[in-house]
Nanobody
Framework: QVRLVESGGGLVQPGGSLRLSCVMS????????MGWYRQAPGKQRELITS???????EYVDSVKGRFTISRDNARRTVYLRMDNLKPEDMAVYYC?????????WGQGTQVTVSS
C-alpha cells in the first residue's frame, strides 16, 4: 500500500523560501508523473506543478518562475522548492500522482506566509 508523507512546511515571511519533501513508501515514484497539489482555506485542492518520469516539468501560472519541482527516484522523494513566497501561497501542500491523483492523500504540510 502506497503511503505519501509530506514535510518541510512552516511559517515564512513574504519573499521567503521553503523546500518541501514528499517521500513515498510501499511503491516507487520512478514509474509515475508526480505532482504537488495545494489546498487553501475554503478552496478546492489544485494541482500546481508536475514532473514526468523523464524530468519534464509543468507549472500553473501563479507559481511559474518561483517554484521548482524535482525528483530523486532512488530516494523515492519529490521536492518542491518555493521561492519568493506570497501570502496567496498559504495552503496545505500535498503530493500525489501528477495529472490525476492515484493514491490516498497524505497528511500534507502546512505553508503559512505572513509577516
Amino acid at each position: 500500500q502506497v503511503r505519501l508523507v509530506e514535510s518541510g512546511g512552516g511559517l515564512v515571511q513574504p519573499g521567503g523560501s521553503l523546500r518541501l519533501s514528499c517521500v513515498m513508501s510501499g511503491g516507487f515514484i520512478s514509474s509515475y508523473t508526480m505532482g504537488w497539489y495545494r489546498q487553501a482555506p475554503g478552496k478546492q485542492r489544485e494541482l500546481i506543478t508536475s514532473i514526468t518520469t523523464g524530468g519534464r516539468t509543468e507549472y500553473v501560472d501563479s507559481v511559474k518562475g518561483r517554484f521548482t519541482i524535482s525528483r530523486d527516484n532512488a530516494r523515492r522523494t519529490v521536492y518542491l522548492r518555493m521561492d519568493n513566497l506570497k501570502p496567496e501561497d498559504m495552503a496545505v501542500y500535498y503530493c500525489n500522482r501528477g495529472v490525476t491523483p492515484l493514491w490516498s492523500w497524505g497528511q500534507g504540510t502546512q505553508v503559512t506566509v505572513s509577516s
